[in-house]
């Protein structure tokens, strides 16, 4: 996993790197601006011929606008710098790359625009835009010509490519700071900025992708970034191994507790999900009427018919016989659609209080827990808990869907430090917490994943995994990058809108066969 760091921490840094590591900061420079033209090329190929109009600002990112200028004009883009500064207020880094690229392009490939409307015309001949304006350096709310580019930028709907990160977002808090830019891309030098992945920064950020410049992992190291960026390596080495002697018994026995009248679907598609991401066995218990729909459904999953209540949702009678269910279970994952009727709310509490084996709760699980979550503290082992942010307000008296929204990182690991438990709070870029206070965030997933009973698909993959013997946070973690990549891949295959949850479960078996 890669740390994910505040301005300051990457200030630091990059202060080391020059210090310590003695790495001259120019050579930081040209290797972030090399960085950067992969990605662009990697984007938006072929180059050749393009336009391309570069905004720089007078700091340091806007250096490495000048970088990126030269590096692209050898793939034969045409290159076109807006200079929003005085070359006189340059930076010192940015003033000698502003020097070379001169040197490289001539003096009339820069033009120092004075108002709105100048930037405006000049950014209406560009085929790709880069934001070069501000980096980690932004303190202030962003006025006057800085801005007017800002704006500018957005109303030409060009593509756009950040570096560093879109100029205006807040590096650490990911807020407007007065205007900021909208990128497709972002291409972000040394460490992940925690403001790509919280607040507007989600939406201004656009595609993130990173630039190795070259900081020693012994500095990155001793930061002690409490929170991380889960990566596909470091989430596929947490999956157990396929040995030639194995058998299904190898891979656990998830018992998934879901479903009622109207709602076996989301029974279904949990106990379906938890096969797809490679659990052994899995039985769904569901109340007695609708297992035989479940039966027609399922193949090969295999069900258990549960006492029923008169609205044919679980009863409050069958509490000892899920207890010996969930006992003769490796894991198990309970909540989809349950319903929150009150004989099976009470079974939930009971049985959350009681169960002694790795579990996930989800959905009516979690409704089940609305402000009593201090139930959560009487689990016998930690649980892992998968609320969107609905049910996590409903969690927490105090907490409405709007606050948790308006500071996802801070909810999640607050809730997992005071409840001892694994919180995955889904929505865009899911944020992990575990008891210690250790937070990840997920990079994988997209809007076409806001369908219904995507949920349950995860649940059943985070049960799968624990049935699979991963600790909880490797199970939180894992399952929910494979969700993400998953819905990425449907998503690739048949667009966001159209895609719905069972297109998901079928996309599994490519996201965890991908190699990359
Ligand atoms: N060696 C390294 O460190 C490496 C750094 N790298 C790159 O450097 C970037 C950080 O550079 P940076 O520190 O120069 O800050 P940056 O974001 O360019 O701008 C700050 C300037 O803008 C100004 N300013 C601030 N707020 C403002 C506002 N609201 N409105 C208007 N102006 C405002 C402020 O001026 P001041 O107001 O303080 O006079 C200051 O001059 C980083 O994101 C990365 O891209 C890479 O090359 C890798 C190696
Ligand atoms: N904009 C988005 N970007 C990425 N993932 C999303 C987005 N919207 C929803 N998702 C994911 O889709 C899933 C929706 O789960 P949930 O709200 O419980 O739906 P349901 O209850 O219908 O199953 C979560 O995993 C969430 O992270
Ligand atoms: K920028």
Redesign the pocket.
């Known amino acids: 996993m890669i740390p994910i760091v505040t ?1 300051e921490q ?2 630091a840094l ?2 080391r ?2 210090t310590e590591a003695l790495v001259p ?1 120019l050579t ?2 040209e ?3 090399a960085g950067i033209v992969t990605h662009i090329e990697a984007r938006y190929p072929p180059l050749a011929g393009k336009s391309v109009i570069i905004l720089c ?8 606008g000048f ?1 990126v200028g030269r590096l692209l004009r050898r793939k034969q883009a045409r290159i076109h710098v807006l200079l929003l500064a005085s070359p006189d ?1 340059l ?1 010192r ?2 003033k000698t790359m502003y020097q070379r690229f001169l040197r490289s392009a001539g003096k009339s490939a820069v033009t120092s625009p004075t108002d709105a409307e100048a930037i405006q015309q000049r950014l209406a001949t560009g085929d790709i835009l880069v934001d ?13 010509l ?2 007017d580019a800002i704006e500018a930028i957005t109303a030409s709907g060009r593509p756009t490519v950040a ?3 879109p ?2 977002l807040h ?1 650490d808090t990911g807020a407007v ?2 205007a900021a830019v909208r990128a497709d891309l972002t291409v972000t ?2 460490l992940p900025k925690a403001g790509l992945y919280s607040g507007s920064g989600i939406d201004c950020a656009g595609t993130v992708r990173l630039v190795d ?1 070259g900081i020693p992992a012994s500095f990155v190291e001793s930061v002690g970034s409490r929170l991380m960026l889960l990566t596909d390596r470091a989430v596929r080495a947490a999956l157990p191994p396929r040995r030639p002697s194995a058998h299904k018994g190898t891979y656990g026995h998830l018992g998934v507790i879901a479903g009622s009248v109207g709602k076996t679907g989301a029974a279904a598609m949990a106990a379906l999900s938890a096969l797809r991401i490679g659990t052994g066995l899995v039985t769904a218990a569901t109340p007695a009427s609708a297992n035989d729909i479940l039966e027609a459904k399922l193949l090969e999953v295999m069900t258990l018919p549960m006492p029923e209540t008169k609205a044919r949702t679980f009863a409050r009678s069958g509490l000892e016989r899920l207890l010996a269910f969930a006992g003769a279970r490796d894991a198990v994952a309970i909540g989809p659609g349950l319903t929150t009727h009150p004989e099976t709310v009470e079974l939930v509490q009971e049985f959350v209080k009681r169960i002694d084996k790795p579990c996930v709760l989800d959905a009516d699980a979690l409704n089940a827990l609305a402000g009593k979550s201090s139930l959560l503290t009487e689990c016998k082992r930690p649980p892992i808990i998968t609320p969107h942010p609905g049910e996590m307000a409903r969690l927490e008296t105090e907490a409405t869907t709007q606050s948790v929204n308006e500071d996802r990182l801070g909810t999640a690991t607050r809730f997992a430090r005071e409840r001892g438990v694994f919180v995955i709070l889904k929505g865009a870029r899911t944020v992990i917490a575990r008891p210690d206070g250790l937070a990840a965030i997920c990079p994988t997933g997209n809007p076409g994943m806001a369908t219904a009973g995507t949920g349950d698909v995860l649940t059943g993959m985070v049960g799968g995994l624990l049935a699979q013997g991963l600790a909880p946070w490797d199970a939180a973690c894992a399952a929910t990058y494979f969700h993400g990549l998953a819905g990425d891949l449907a998503a690739q295959h048949l667009g966001q809108a159209g895609m719905i949850a069972s297109d998901l479960i079928q996309h599994i078996p490519h996201a965890l066969a991908q190699t990359t």
């Open positions: 301005a990457m200030r990059d202060q790197t020059i900061s930081l420079m290797r972030a601006g600002g007078k700091g340091n990112n806007g250096g490495d970088v207020d930076s880094d940015a070069a304006i501000l980096g980690t350096g932004t303190s202030t709310p962003v006025t006057g800085y801005r570096v560093d990160l100029s205006g590096a700071l007065g030098l040394g410049i």
